[in-house]
């Protein structure tokens, strides 16, 4: 079961605990995405891990 998804209606709910603001799902990284806090969540085994000491930085190109 390599295909995995996010229910939409998860999304709909779920939002960044960092500005509270909408999360994209990024299938290929299975990481939903804050553009506004530039932050990647995992989720692992289908749970969203919301914790911001777990997200990734997208930081990673940007210099400002």
Known sequence: MSNRTVDPKLLEILVCPLTKGTLRYD???????????????????????????????????ASA
């Open 27 to 61: 299938q290929d990284a299975n990481e939903l995405v804050s553009e506004q806090a530039g932050l990647a969540f995992p989720i692992r085994d289908g749970i969203p891990i919301m914790l911001v000491d777990e997200a990734r930085s997208l930081d990673t190109d």
